[in-house]
């Protein structure tokens, strides 16, 4: 965001006097958000994603110049919280996708929480457009060597996601337009991100912070990161073939997910069918490269991402890829011509 550090404040107070009440509100508790230490950064209106700067970590700022000088020149863009400089860990609860059906993720919460004999404690409360909340927690410090907590999905529960280091919440004020259903993918409604609750963001209860470090295979629970390195037993030409695949899953922009994870499938069910890489080995690599999109703010499903998985592994085993005719190791560890 630009700074203009020289422009005087009144002119930015009169700018932000000139737009509406609800303008005004929503601005205002936006620098709220930032005045007790959390990152913000900017969203194009109306919507979830994209981030207005593609390197949104970088601009995530809790400098309530700089978020003034920005919403008061751009009222109608939501705003996001960075979680993971923020110091927090956003527990997401979404609603069935059909009314009066499954139990909801706030319920499926609650029942967990009971089985270790407590109930979740009065914490910082956000309404979501769709009827589902977002419960904000104190992140707690990672033990030396280990990894902040990341994004997950359906890891704790039933309809509960996660949002930890390297994700984003909208910030309540934030606002949807209402989405309808195309192409096989449900309607969303519209609708304002609502304050219920001020109290201030409580510990993350120990039970919760274990079932949020678990991992689980095929649960898409990895943190959002770059998927940087293949396997050390890959060849030096199969581990470049699979990083660049790898790759193209983790620089796909919301539209392009699955089309994208289909095409990464495809390439490495091609090198499994030509005996250079593990059927088993290419799906957990894609699965771990995908689990970031499934965890982040596009609509994109756990279900729909296995599915293009699974689908481009099938169409590239039927046309198998064969190596050039170099000496290297093969996927395990023996020497082939």
Same mark, same amino acid.
């Given at each position: 965001?630009?700074?203009?550090?020289?422009?005087?404040?009144?002119?930015?107070?009169?700018?932000?006097?000139?737009?509406?009440?609800?303008?005004?509100?929503?601005?205002?508790? $936006?620098?709220?958000?930032?005045?007790?230490? $959390?990152?913000?950064?900017?969203?194009?209106?109306?919507?979830?994603?994209?981030?207005?700067?593609?390197? $949104?970590?970088?601009? *995530?700022?809790?400098?309530?110049?700089?978020?003034?000088?920005?919403?008061?020149?751009?009222?109608?863009?939501?705003?996001?919280?960075?979680?993971?400089?923020?110091?927090?860990?956003?527990?997401?609860?979404?609603?069935?996708?059909?009314?009066?059906?499954?139990?909801?993720?706030?319920?499926?919460?609650?029942?967990?929480?009971?089985?270790?004999?407590?109930?979740?404690?009065?914490?910082?409360?956000?309404?979501?457009?769709?009827?589902?909340?977002?419960?904000?927690?104190?992140?707690?410090?990672?033990? *030396?060597?280990? *990894?902040?907590?990341?994004?997950?999905?359906?890891?704790?529960?039933?309809?509960?996601?996660?949002?930890?280091?390297?994700?984003?919440?909208?910030?309540?004020?934030?606002?949807?337009?209402?989405?309808?259903?195309?192409?096989?993918?449900?309607?969303?409604?519209?609708?304002?991100?609502?304050?219920?609750?001020?109290?201030?963001?409580?510990?993350?209860?120990? $039970?919760?912070?274990?079932?949020?470090?678990?991992?689980?295979?095929?649960?898409?629970?990895?943190? *959002?990161?770059?998927?940087?390195?293949?396997?050390?037993?890959?060849?030096?030409?199969?581990?470049?073939?699979?990083?660049?695949?790898?790759?193209?899953?983790?620089?796909?922009?919301?539209?392009?997910?699955?089309?994208?994870?289909?095409?990464?499938?495809?390439?490495?069910?091609?090198?499994?069918?030509?005996?250079?890489?593990?059927?088993?080995?290419?799906?957990?690599?894609?699965?771990?490269?995908?689990?970031?999109?499934?965890?982040?703010?596009?609509?994109?499903?756990?279900?729909?991402?296995?599915?293009?998985?699974?689908?481009?592994?099938?169409?590239?085993?039927?046309?198998?890829?064969?190596?050039?005719?170099?000496?290297?190791?093969?996927?395990?560890?023996?020497?082939?011509?």
């Amino acid at each position: 965001m630009n700074t203009h550090r020289n422009e005087h404040p009144d002119r930015l107070q009169r700018q932000l006097n000139s737009l509406t009440a609800a303008d005004r509100a929503r601005i205002t508790s $936006w620098i709220t958000c930032a005045e007790q230490g $959390w990152h913000l950064f900017p969203i194009a209106p109306a919507r979830k994603a994209p981030p207005v700067f593609e390197d $949104w970590r970088r601009h *995530a700022t809790t400098d309530p110049v700089r978020l003034l000088r920005y919403f008061a020149a751009h009222p109608h863009h939501n705003a996001a919280i960075a979680c993971g400089p923020s110091g927090l860990i956003v527990i997401d609860c979404d609603q069935p996708k059909v009314p009066g059906g499954e139990p909801t993720g706030a319920a499926n919460l609650a029942e967990l929480a009971n089985r270790h004999g407590q109930s979740l404690p009065p914490t910082y409360t956000v309404s979501t457009p769709s009827g589902g909340t977002h419960l904000y927690f104190q992140a707690p410090k990672p033990a *030396a060597g280990a *990894a902040p907590l990341g994004n997950t999905s359906r890891t704790v529960a039933a309809l509960v996601d996660s949002r930890g280091d390297g994700g984003y919440v909208l910030a309540p004020g934030s606002w949807l337009a209402p989405q309808p259903a195309a192409g096989g993918r449900p309607g969303r409604p519209g609708g304002s991100y609502e304050l219920l609750d001020d109290t201030p963001p409580a510990p993350l209860l120990t $039970w919760l912070h274990r079932a949020l470090s678990t991992d689980r295979p095929m649960s898409y629970s990895a943190p *959002a990161e770059k998927v940087v390195a293949a396997p050390r037993s890959l060849g030096r030409y199969v581990a470049a073939v699979v990083r660049d695949e790898l790759d193209r899953v983790h620089r796909a922009g919301p539209g392009h997910h699955n089309a994208s994870v289909f095409t990464a499938a495809r390439a490495l069910g091609q090198l499994a069918a030509g005996g250079a890489l593990g059927m088993a080995e290419a799906e957990a690599l894609l699965t771990r490269a995908a689990a970031p999109i499934a965890a982040g703010p596009c609509d994109c499903t756990t279900r729909g991402l296995a599915a293009s998985i699974r689908s481009g592994l099938a169409y590239g085993a039927r046309r198998p890829r064969r190596l050039p005719a170099v000496e290297q190791p093969d996927y395990r560890g023996r020497r082939s011509a």
